[in-house]
């Protein structure tokens, strides 16, 4: 048994050392460790970006993903995406070799304010606009009261019927600068009614009630307030921008129609509904699962906009012992999104099997326990050695009857218990005699001879 061992330990030696006999130098290349991140995105979207590769002696053979590890500012959850600044983590590559190199997260705004006009700016001879009412100005980043914002109306004359070019200049701290150009109409005084936008923001919630009014207020050439005369349709069931007609007509039939955008959003979110939160299977099954596996535990799927996409990670499932997690992710038509977790535990149905034969010793004899037991696992084929035996009741130098206990765990973690009968007798020898006789003329000689037989009591 000590040889078989050494040969065995001889050789994982020598598989151990076979690229270092063939002279094979493994290094790490490492790419893209400074990566830029949009304030406001998510990090997970760019964790995976620095790549990392293996090489012998100089050239790429494999590639490999940098694994984040640590705590603090190796965690990802450290960088603050809402936060301009520079920050790092540790990424790891482990192959032949492991190496580990920190990568630069650098946040920055580089997306300019934007400036979405509500209405056309028209107004009469000798009036004037409040531009701020006009205008729909934000920042993917920084807050509204952080811009400068410059309307340059020098091109306006307000005393003279025409048109003229108005320059809106938006700029944010990080010096990203929008310039939009539109146009200032001044009229000459008119019957037709003139309206004005309400609200700044554009939209309406999926099913809710339209009311034109809602949006904008008109008012007649007297100065009579005439919203209630507004009239326009939209569809609140039809999600996206629609391109809605506005039109009002005053008392004496002047009409004014204007168009304007309106968004119709869903912010609702979809339901997902499982027969079971929880459920186990056994470590056969996890090689057969897939996605249409999953999509039949669901018990129901619905959303008012309709359902666009239902998607399930359960790559995290291995073919071991233990409890993992199942994402569902649900997604609508108007892009709201809806998780579930179902929690799988993998289990194992069977144990060893052990086979056990009674032992006899005669008395003072040595025993050696694996010859008289065999463990056969569904998984993991014949682990008779694997066992460990419990001796300490058996005395082989006194007669008697004792028991060995045998306990063994497979590699899914199910163990086996067994008992070995020990019986131990006394043994003794039998003799048998031999006489012979021998002719020596007219005298014999005679004599005999004794042989010895162990014989064990049983």
Not at 19 to 30: M, N
Not at 374 to 382: C, F, S, T
Not at 404 to 429: P, R
């Amino acid at each position: 048994m000590k040889k078989i061992l050494m040969i065995l330990f001889a050789l994982l030696f020598l598989m151990l050392q076979v690229d270092v006999f063939a002279g094979i130098v493994y290094t790490i290349e490492w790419e893209n460790t400074i990566v830029n991140v949009e304030v406001g995105d998510p990090i997970t979207d760019y964790l995976s970006i620095p790549k990392a590769y293996l090489c012998q002696n100089g050239y790429r053979v494999d590639k490999y993903v940098g694994i984040l590890w640590g705590e603090d500012d190796t965690d990802p959850d450290y960088i603050d995406t809402n936060t301009i600044g520079t920050y790092y983590l540790t990424y790891r590559a482990v192959s032949e070799i492991e190496e580990t190199t920190r990568v630069t997260f650098v946040v920055s705004d580089s997306i300019p304010p934007t400036i979405n006009e509500l209405t056309s700016l028209r107004t009469s001879v000798g009036g004037g606009i409040n531009y701020s009412n006009y205008f729909q100005i934000y920042d993917n980043y920084y807050s509204k009261d952080s811009l400068t914002i410059v309307y340059d109306d020098s091109l306006v004359d307000y005393n003279k019927v025409g048109e003229y070019s108005l320059l809106v200049i938006a700029s944010d701290p990080s010096i990203n600068t929008t310039t939009y150009e539109t146009k200032v109409i001044v009229e000459g005084l008119s019957s037709n009614p003139k309206y004005e936008p309400i609200s700044k923001s554009f939209q309406i919630a999926y099913g809710d009630l339209f009311l034109a009014s809602n949006f904008f207020q008109a008012y007649d050439a007297a100065g009579k307030n005439i919203s209630s005369y507004i009239e326009a349709e939209l569809d609140t069931t039809s999600l996206g921008n629609h391109k809605v007609q506005f039109s009002v007509t005053d008392d004496y039939n002047n009409t004014t129609t204007w168009f304007q955008n309106i968004l119709v959003y869903d912010d609702i979110l979809p339901k997902l509904t499982l027969n079971q939160d929880r459920i186990e299977i056994n470590v056969s099954t996890v090689d057969s699962l897939n996605k249409e596996w999953f999509l039949n535990i669901i018990e129901s799927c619905d959303d008012n906009a309709g359902i666009d996409s239902i998607e399930v990670e359960y790559a995290s499932i291995k073919k071991a012992i233990g409890e993992y997690s199942v994402t569902y992710t649900v997604l609508d038509l108007a892009g709201n999104s809806f998780a579930k977790t179902l929690i799988v535990s993998v289990v194992c149905e069977s144990i060893p099997q052990i086979e056990v034969n009674d032992i006899y010793i005669s008395v003072g004899d040595s025993v050696n326990y694996y010859n008289y037991f065999k463990v056969i696992d569904v998984y993991d084929g014949d682990i008779t050695l694997n066992a460990t035996i419990d001796s300490s009741n058996v005395d082989t130098n006194t007669e008697g009857i004792y028991f060995a206990y045998i306990t063994v765990k497979n590699s899914y973690g199910k163990t086996n218990y067994a008992s070995i009968t020990v019986h131990v007798k006394k043994s003794f020898i039998k003799k048998y005699y031999w006489i012979f006789l021998i002719p020596v003329g007219v005298l014999s000689i005679v004599g005999y001879f004794i042989i010895k037989k162990r014989k064990i009591m049983v």
